[in-house]
């Protein structure tokens, strides 16, 4: 099999260890390239195994599985890559952005090449966050083949994407509040479930699984982005508050879309 997905035609255990392994070369393959793409690629590998991390721990395992310390690795390889990932989502949301009709174009272009400058002050200094994202991930890789055996079932798993999904329908009722700390825990949560669903789909009733998950995912990711653009450490104050005046009509419209769609999503028992 291809992609993120329980191969099943192996017991359970040996397939949730296998496509942890693949994911795993995938990830230290687009590393290896060094490139933004492959930066971008293992981040995001980085969130799928995470995820799957989790799913262990909800899992009827034997002592020796070791997945908050694999998890805790991951999260290590993830933070290393953030400062040059971000740095160029950064720009690339500002781009997407219209200039205030209040803001004179040379200011606007000032902001811009501030963003741009730390982009690629990033990209000169990726090759030591890639050196310790490879390091991490092969501590990973070796962890995740000295699994212990253990008998599960596909009922177990089937239980493990339930909780993954009362956990994300919590953190959706919890952005009522409309504070950003509880919109960034519904993205989390959220993308773990995505993960979750994407690895156990040969298990899973369609039915039983919220669709268009991914579809919610990307909004909230644009939503996280429009919100960390003002926050950036290389903008002075009056930067930042031109851009938390230029992002929030976006971000405001992006908040409704989410609300209609965490609705419909979440709103089963």
Not at 43 to 57: G, H
Not at 86 to 93: H, Q
Not at 213 to 241: F, M, N
Request: charged content about 30%; glycine content about 8%.
């Amino acid at each position: 099999m291809t992609g993120f997905a329980l191969d099943p035609e192996l017991s359970p255990h040996a397939a949730l260890r296998g496509a942890a392994l693949s994911e795993l070369d995938r990830a230290l393959a687009a590393l290896r390239r060094g490139d933004a793409r492959g930066v971008h690629e293992t981040r995001k590998s980085c969130k799928r195994l995470r995820a799957w991390s989790r799913l262990l721990r909800d899992l009827p395992l034997p002592r020796g599985h070791r997945a908050r310390h694999i998890n805790g690795l991951l999260r290590d390889a993830g933070r290393a890559l953030a400062a040059p990932r971000e740095a160029a989502v950064a720009l690339d949301t500002f781009d997407g952005l219209e200039r205030p009709g209040t803001l004179p174009a040379p200011a606007w272009r000032q902001l811009g090449g501030a963003l741009h400058s730390q982009a690629e002050a990033q990209r000169q200094l990726a090759a030591a966050a890639l050196a310790a994202a490879e390091k991490a991930l092969g501590e990973v890789r070796d962890l995740i083949a000295a699994l212990p055996a253990t008998a599960l079932g596909p009922a177990d798993l089937r239980r493990g994407q339930r909780k993954s999904y009362k956990r994300a329908r919590k953190a959706f009722r919890r952005t009522a509040t409309g504070d950003a700390e509880a919109m960034h825990e519904w993205r989390k949560r959220a993308k773990r479930l995505e993960a979750i669903q994407e690895l156990l789909a040969p298990l899973l009733n369609p039915e039983l699984v919220p669709r268009r998950l991914a579809e919610l995912t990307d909004l909230l990711g644009q939503h996280h982005d429009l919100h960390e653009l003002p926050l950036r450490p290389e903008l002075g104050p009056e930067q930042r508050e031109l851009l938390e005046h230029a992002t929030e009509s976006p971000r405001k419209a992006l908040e409704r879309r989410l609300e209609r769609r965490g609705r419909a999503l979440f709103q089963r028992g």
